[in-house]
T-cell receptor
């Protein structure tokens, strides 16, 4: 068992709405990374947080934002949802930026 | 632009050795190369990680040449349950920003 949990499991939103996804990292891990995985494709890096600061960012627009809290849990916020935002959102925690990452089960977001 | 390339698919039979290669031409100098396994509707699962030369654990080996621009995951004796998608993951520094880049994924089918 990885220990990384994500909530909610599934979510349906309407285009233009905002969504917040949550991730609880594994005990002892101070780094959290978020990925978007469209159906049939590989995960795409959104951003990474290390000790509450953004440590790297992929090619996603500013309407994708995040937070990491003092307990190293994290949130992913997406504003002005678009149909193409429909995907599995994965959170992974690790003890350093590129060390072994433990993934959560993901949140399946559907935008209609 | 950093690119991480893998074969789209591979077929094998139970008991055979499978080697999957990933090309990663823009890997960051100090970053590790990590391989993951993913089943449908699940988060990726860590297989093995290395920096250079050869790493072996109880399930796989990882071969990394001196220039670190590629890596090869070796699964010694595959079984039906190894049917999954396999991804390599590397860190890269692009446009003064750190990014984690998944390969496109290799769909492995193991036949009886």
């Amino acid at each position: 068992e990885t220990g990384v949990t994500q909530s909610p499991t599934h979510l349906i939103k309407t285009r233009g709405q905002q969504v917040t996804l949550r991730c609880s990292s594994q005990s002892g891990h101070n780094t959290v990374s978020w990925y978007q995985q469209a159906l049939g494709q590989g995960p795409q890096f959104i951003f990474q947080y290390y000790r509450e600061e953004e440590n790297g960012r992929g090619n996603f627009p500013p309407r994708f934002s995040g937070l990491q809290f003092p307990n190293y849990s994290s949130e992913l916020n997406v504003n002005a949802l678009e149909l193409d935002d429909s995907a599995l959102y994965l959170c992974a925690s690790s003890s350093a930026r590129d060390y072994e990452q433990y993934f959560g089960p993901g949140t399946r977001l559907t935008v209609t | 632009l950093a690119k991480t390339t893998q074969p789209i698919s591979m077929d094998s039979y139970e008991g055979q050795e499978v080697n999957i290669t990933c090309s990663h031409n823009n890997i960051a100098t100090n970053d590790y190369i990590t391989w993951y396994q993913q089943f449908p509707s699940q988060g990726p699962r860590f297989i093995i990680q290395g920096y250079k030369t050869k790493v072996t654990n109880e399930v796989a080996s990882l071969f990394i040449p001196a220039d670190r621009k590629s890596s090869t995951l070796s699964l010694p004796r595959v079984s039906l349950s190894d049917t999954a998608v396999y991804y390599c993951l590397v860190g890269a520094r692009m446009d003064s920003s750190y990014k984690l880049i998944f390969g496109s994924g290799t769909r492995l089918l193991v036949r009886p």
